[in-house]
């Protein structure tokens, strides 16, 4: 090709700023603090970071779940 077909296309803007993970240390700290949690909320909070950090599901995913999509009998999401 004689000229460039590409040429006046901008690319994407890249987000310069990467994620920060929790390591597994970090992860069992959270977790074995979350399961002696003696408010009322910690079974919500427990299952909530467990889903975060060990499904990959995203915050906007777990936010919007709904009954309908849990299956207790066939343990899926």
Do not use: C
Not at 38 to 63: C, D, H, Y
């Amino acid at each position: 090709m004689k000229s460039g077909f590409t040429a006046g296309i901008q690319s994407p803007k890249v987000d310069k700023k990467l994620p920060i993970y929790m390591t597994l240390q970090e992860l069992h700290k959270l977790f074995t603090y979350s399961e002696h949690d003696p408010r009322p909320q910690r079974i919500r909070n427990e299952l909530m970071f467990k889903l975060l950090s060990t499904a990959g599901m995203r915050r906007q995913e777990l936010v919007d779940l709904t009954w309908e999509q849990v299956n207790l009998e066939n343990q899926t999401i």
